[in-house]
């Protein structure tokens, strides 16, 4: 079966290599599902059992989602909602959450990829050996209209649980007294190979709410693109005769937020801003300002500047409003398009709206083909968010052979979900505010 490969002359032809879709199998990650509080119902299904992952992780926090698989976007999870072991209800967080781009442009202007829409991503899942999912379970993966009908049904998908370390620690007031607890995720990924890179797509649910999202380029270095020269590409190999072109990987995530439950969420944004010394104090100031977000927005990353998505309708125990903050991780913002020009766009929900560059449906007459065009000034009631996180690869030596994984991507963290640490030992869980 051919391989559509990363090159200069890398060619988009209809027989790559298929993905997944979804069979029926295994309805949980790696360990048994959460019981449900006896006060509070069991929570409604969303999916069928084989679309269903359900993870209670060990420390007591529970993670529920459906999943099925797109056959451009590859891996989409839907309906997630978070469970800390206090809260007596889950708390819907996504309503959807997928990849909404992986676009490549190349520095010698040559050649310019858009890996999700043109380059048969979704097409490029992988078959997962047992290796590849410590103690989890892998799916099989069913790909709707697949290229090559012999890959039609693939063992794609893995759910596992890892370990992260300290969750938190902190010394009793008598010094006798270690408080520490080790964290526990729940990671769902999925590889997809385009031409020579094999794209790692994870998902990490972690028991204090955080959810992160990254995409890992591994695989190899084009053997053709070893055409360029000093500024646009780096010698691999003896000498300084082969010089590896260099490229960047901007990655968008759609994000589409349903916070308890409801599609009507707010959007804030907070700057910092630290002055001098003034009126006798020693030290510099510094004042937080809010402002909301009341229509379509293109952000820019600065410092001590972020966002919010609030929920319009939920509330933690201490009466305050919901949230998710958005955590970007590291970028190489790539300046060379209108879509990658900014790092965060919310913009008013919009079903035809799926693809941040070259997106696939017809939304009529002058509707914009990318993110950019969709800021057009409406009014946000139900947000969509797109992250936008760039790499620019300069190859070096070590990139081979293979190349070692290069991981970009970003987090969402809760802001007010619960009014405590949602990992609080029951010791301290009085501890709540103002306390001499």
Same mark, same amino acid.
């Given at each position: ?28 990650? *790696?360990?048994? *599902? ?94 997962? *050996? ?22 039609? +049904? ?95 990987? +901007?990655?968008?995530?759609?994000? +589409? ?163 405590? +640490?949602?990992?609080?030992? *029951? ?10």
């Amino acid at each position: 079966m051919p391989v559509i490969r990363h090159s200069s002359a890398r060619r988009r032809t209809a027989l790559a290599l298929a993905v997944a879709g979804l069979a029926a199998g295994a309805t949980t990650g *790696a360990g048994p *599902a959460a019981a449900q509080p006896k006060a509070a119902p069991a929570p409604a299904a969303e999916c069928s059992a084989a679309y269903r992952i359900e993870q209670k992780l060990t420390t007591g926090t529970t993670w529920r989602m459906c999943w099925r698989y797109h056959k451009e976007a590859g891996l989409v999870l839907e309906h997630i909602s978070y469970q800390p072991p206090a809260e007596a209800r889950p708390v819907k967080v996504l309503a959807t959450a997928r990849l909404g781009q992986i676009h490549v442009p190349y520095d010698d202007g040559r050649n310019e990829y858009s890996d999700l829409t043109q380059a048969g991503f979704g097409q490029g899942l992988m078959d997962l *050996a047992p290796g590849e999912c410590p103690g989890g379970t892998i799916k099989t993966v069913r790909v709707p209209d697949a290229w090559d009908p012999s890959r039609e +049904n693939v063992k794609g998908l893995c759910t596992t649980t890892r370990s992260r370390g300290h969750a938190y620690r902190m010394q009793g007031d008598t010094a006798n007294k270690v408080f520490q607890k080790q964290g526990k995720d729940l990671l769902v990924y999925t590889v997809n190979q385009v031409g020579w890179y094999e794209y790692i797509t994870e998902w990490r649910f972690q028991d204090d709410g955080t959810i992160t999202m990254n995409v890992g380029a591994t695989g190899t270095l084009a053997p053709e693109d070893y055409d360029a020269g000093d500024g646009r590409g780096w010698p691999i190999g003896k000498g300084a005769k082969d010089y590896a072109t260099s490229h960047s990987h +901007n990655v968008f995530w759609r994000l +589409n937020f349903g916070l308890d439950g409801s599609s009507k969420g707010k959007v804030e944004q907070y700057d910092s801003k630290v002055s001098s010394p003034a009126g006798g104090r020693p030290a510099p100031t510094n004042r937080t300002t809010r402002t909301e977000v009341v229509r379509e927005l293109a952000g820019d990353a600065r410092n001590m500047r972020w966002w919010r998505v609030v929920s319009a309708t939920g509330k933690n125990k201490d009466g305050h409003a919901r949230s998710y903050e958005i955590v970007p991780g590291p970028s190489a913002k790539y300046p060379g398009r209108g879509y990658t020009k900014h790092d965060v766009y919310f913009t008013e929900y919009d079903k035809c709206e799926q693809f941040a560059s070259d997106n696939l449906p017809d939304c009529g007459a002058g509707h914009g083909k990318s993110v950019d065009k969709w800021v057009d000034g409406q009014v946000l009631e139900h947000p969509v968010v797109w992250v936008n996180i760039g790499f620019h690869h300069i190859a070096r030596d070590e990139d081979q052979q293979p190349m070692p994984v290069h991981w970009q991507g970003l987090s969402i963290a809760p802001r007010d979900v619960t009014a405590m +640490n949602p990992l609080t030992p *029951a010791e301290l869980a009085d501890q709540n505010g103002h306390r001499e």
